[in-house]
């Protein structure tokens, strides 16, 4: 009898042991599939768009009759589709395809493995359960694809398309399951928590590799860095101007202090939603610090850089005049000229253009 207690106290411990491994590790692998596929998603729209807004001046700046000219003859735009798969820790390839799905434009060189037949839609892995998208991502030889819609000059003209390698979402989530696998013996309740910090632990690394800021919705630092790169290779090729402007939030310390952080966040955001109305969308924003921000625009014309300076001040004014606020948005800007006659690099620019800001912000605090 005591020998059968025993038996029966160990089977029910082993039962237990094993309803929390399996019950943890759905629920953490649920969580971190969802996370990786929605970054993966992310990041393709983030680079479609830019693709877009190169094929948009591509087709303003040439003589070509149809789209399709333009593509295939503008390497600026190659480079900028070969340098978005060669740095995307998701993408195989990237294409442009009209209307027909007939192929225009093609990253230069495939990733390893990226020949699958098989190339069902990342947005339907997504809508599966937990069980049948870890299943999906885990099935050999599988190439997902997005594909968003594209139009040029007004007109739907085909799409953009991105491979994405289930090889390169599974090291993602091979470390999990060895993670979740050491979640055994514990409670349930603990268990959850655990899963949960975890899943929420390679949320935070998937955005600090991502280009984009969380709170403001612009580029952040490592975005800027990227896509102002291949600003410097364009403005190189075409012997033209850019503009780096290099703005600063003003006391958004005393608004922490006195009004509390989620104030200086809206502060924050609103300054983000005002650079976004003063410049156009294709030029690049981002927010590189806790309150600073950069600009880079191509310049039209000698007197650009009065002309944007002007208007931001403009909007800043329209800003503070609508709706009580217990604080008036103030910004310091400094503006440095890339010429292509004198190249240098991002780093010195953006030195040039932060020395003349604070140039600005010493000016306001004398006076």
């Not at 470390?175 to 013996?185: E, N, P, V």
């Not at 310390?253 to 939603?273: C, P, Q, S, W, Y």
């Amino acid at each position: 009898m005591r020998f059968g207690l025993r038996a029966k106290e160990t089977l029910v411990v082993t039962l237990l042991t094993f309803l929390v491994v399996a019950t943890t590790t759905l629920i953490h692998l649920s969580q971190l599939t969802r996370v990786v596929v929605q970054e993966a998603l992310r990041q393709s729209e983030l680079i479609a768009e830019q693709i877009h807004t190169q094929s948009l001046r591509s087709l303003s700046r040439t003589h070509a009759r149809t789209p399709q000219e333009v593509l295939k003859r503008d390497p600026d735009l190659k480079s900028l589709i070969d340098a978005s798969v060669r740095h995307s820790p998701y993408l195989m390839y990237a294409l442009v395809a009209n209307q027909k799905g007939m192929t225009i434009l093609h990253s230069e060189k495939e990733k390893e493995g990226s020949g699958a037949l098989e190339r069902p839609s990342l947005r339907e892995l997504l809508a599966l359960n937990p069980v049948r998208r870890f299943y999906g991502l885990y099935q050999k030889g599988k190439l997902y694809e997005v594909s968003l819609p594209v139009s040029l000059n007004g007109k739907p003209f085909g799409s953009i398309r991105f491979g994405i390698g289930a090889s390169l979402l599974r090291r993602e989530l091979n470390a999990a399951l060895k993670q979740s696998i050491t979640l055994a013996g514990l409670a349930l309740p603990l268990a959850w928590l655990v899963a949960m910090g975890l899943a929420n632990r390679m949320l935070a690394e998937l955005r600090a590799a991502s280009l984009v800021d969380e709170l403001t919705g612009l580029y952040n630092r490592r975005g800027f860095l990227f896509l102002a790169q291949q600003q410097l290779k364009i403005a190189n090729r075409m012997k033209r101007g850019l503009l780096l402007l290099f703005a600063d939030l003003d006391d958004l310390k005393r608004i922490n202090d006195t009004l509390g952080h989620h104030e200086g966040d809206l502060a924050l955001v609103e300054t983000a939603n005002m650079l976004k109305e003063t410049f156009r969308q294709a030029d690049i924003i981002a927010r590189v610090g806790g309150d600073e921000f950069v600009i880079i625009t191509i310049e039209a014309r000698k007197d650009s850089s009065e002309i944007l300076t002007s208007r931001l001040r403009a909007n800043l004014e329209a800003r503070n005049a609508t709706g009580p606020r217990p604080y008036k948005l103030s910004i310091s800007v400094g503006v440095a000229r890339y010429d292509a006659e004198h190249p240098c690099s991002i780093g010195e620019l953006l030195a040039r253009a932060d020395a003349l800001m604070y140039e600005q912000k010493q000016g306001k605090q004398r006076s």
